[in-house]
């Protein structure tokens, strides 16, 4: 999760401000950046992971920042193969913003001439994924920073030019057709627009979408044949962002809606749906049955209403709503109250009908007792099971790897996706951090059977602070021997 350009960003924390909840604990940022072999492994590795785990998040290089969204970018992969992890390697992208290390987005980014905002200015710390051969790290408010497998920044990527809007940090890719889709949202008109991405990196569709205002959008949905939209009431202030303030607030009287667009149809026109006000971060996905539309995201019921420091209007929990097509009423309600975030399914179900989803528990405690992941059955609308990691280990993202090169679910002849008893079967993969030790661990878990103990532990001898979101990327990763001299030598036991 981030925030796009919009605010000053100070230079050093006022005197006397006591460290904040988003620079504490293991949310505290780390200087340096390493490669190191594993110090220990416990259980045993799959033999059939073979490629690398990456996690993005924010990593403020002059130590402080003024919100959790305003870190530079740091990158974090362990590297897997043959039954072994051969190597784990950090890295910050390199922006015009880790350059300057505490300047001002704002002044970077903004030219006061031409009332132009500069889109290579990012902190590029929100997500990691990779399409058409190339890794991309993402944040909303920016062009996506294309990087290597071993963490080098190679430069920003606009798809040869047609992309002119930042990128948001949650593209989706249809297990279908391979297409990459996603949209970019602006603080001035157009305020948002749809991108198609043919699976070699072409773009195919670049569409605009009417929007009455600048609103914050982080993520969105793909089904079989549309797009879904989130038009939520955390705006753009003008004025605030002039005077120096957050840029982005809550708004009573900015209706709440869903939108849902044809996927490949310039002519068409974005259909609304009205919903009861609330903020989603996230959507685990969503789908086409039988006249609707089905999506499931983590919900809050208000967000920011006194400035991006306010985290009183509740915490995410697991919701679903349901768009009737034919009448344009929208069914919705709570799935837990157990508070989760950074939903996620197989990839190979992406837009289509489903039955497994994870999340990891969710506090604002910045050293909470322990941390748990959750696995619902959605056909049942319930949480199933939970993996309760030690105390004192505080766990991220759960990130879904199929155990076979064979899409979980899918038999011969059958798309992707579809429910054959085989969905879960895979694995769960997320960074945790051993308090107690001060160092930190990917740990692998069984996905059908999440409650058991972890299949392997791959231990570093660092900590790797708590971050956002990541991908696995299969294949044959590089040796460490490998990696440029400079600042990447092989300095583990």
Not at 140 to 154: H, I, M, N
Not at 307 to 317: A, M, N, Y
Request: charged share 20%; aromatic share 10%.
């Amino acid at each position: 999760m981030t925030t796009p350009t919009g605010s000053p960003t100070p230079a050093s924390p006022p005197a006397s401000t006591p460290t904040p909840l988003h620079l504490s604990g293991n949310n505290a940022p780390v200087a340096a950046e390493v490669t190191h072999r594993p110090s220990e492994v416990t259980g045993t590795v799959p033999k059939e992971l073979c490629g690398q785990f990456f996690r993005n998040g924010p990593n403020p290089r002059s130590g402080w920042s003024p919100h959790f969204f305003a870190g530079d970018g740091m990158l974090h992969t362990v590297a897997l193969a043959d039954g072994h992890a051969t190597w784990y390697r950090n890295r910050y992208v390199r922006t015009p913003l880790h350059a300057q290390p505490g300047a001002s987005r704002f002044a970077l980014a903004f030219d006061p001439a031409t009332s132009r905002i500069d889109y290579r200015v990012t902190t590029a710390n929100t997500h990691l994924i990779a399409h058409a051969g190339r890794l991309f790290a993402l944040e909303e408010g920016g062009f996506p920073y294309e990087v290597t497998p071993d963490l080098t920044t190679l430069g920003v990527f606009t798809f040869d030019g047609a992309l002119t809007t930042p990128m948001t940090a949650h593209p989706k890719t249809c297990p279908l057709t391979g297409e990459l889709h996603f949209f970019g949202y602006r603080l001035r008109p157009p305020y948002l627009t749809y991108y198609r991405v043919s699976a070699a990196g072409e773009v195919l569709q670049k569409q605009t979408v009417d929007l009455p205002r600048a609103v914050m959008m982080h993520d969105f949905a793909l089904t079989a044949h549309h797009v879904v939209f989130m038009d939520l009431p955390v705006v753009f202030d003008a004025d605030r962002a002039a005077a120096g303030g957050p840029p982005w607030r809550w708004d009573d009287g900015h209706h709440a809606r869903f939108g849902i667009l044809p996927r490949a149809g310039e002519a068409a026109r974005v259909r609304w749906f009205d919903i009861a006000p609330c903020y989603v971060w996230h959507t685990m996905n969503a789908f086409e049955t039988d006249g609707t539309i089905t999506l499931t995201g983590t919900r809050v019921p208000t967000l920011w209403r006194q400035g991006p420091q306010d985290l009183s209007g509740g915490l995410p929990t697991l919701h679903q709503w349901v768009l009737h097509l034919a009448t344009g009423k929208v069914t919705e309600a709570p799935l837990d109250d157990v508070p989760s975030e950074y939903p996620r399914i197989a990839d190979t179900a992406i837009g289509l009908p489903h039955r497994y989803g994870y999340t990891a528990g969710f506090t604002l405690d910045a050293e909470p007792r322990h941390t748990e992941v959750y696995k619902y059955d959605l056909t049942h609308g319930a949480r199933r099971s939970t993996h309760r990691f030690p105390a004192g280990h505080l766990c991220g993202e759960p990130v879904f790897v199929p155990r076979s090169p064979t899409a979980p679910g899918q038999e011969p002849g059958q798309e992707p996706g579809r429910e054959s008893g085989r969905e879960d079967d895979g694995y769960l993969l997320t960074f945790a951090h051993d308090r107690s030790r001060g160092t930190s661990y990917l740990a692998v878990l069984d996905a059908a059977d999440l409650g058991a103990a972890p299949v392997a532990e791959v231990h570093v001898p660092v900590r790797i602070p708590a971050g956002f979101h990541g991908n696995w990327v299969p294949g044959a990763p590089r040796l460490a021997s490998e990696f440029p001299a400079a600042a990447g030598a092989l300095n583990g036991p």
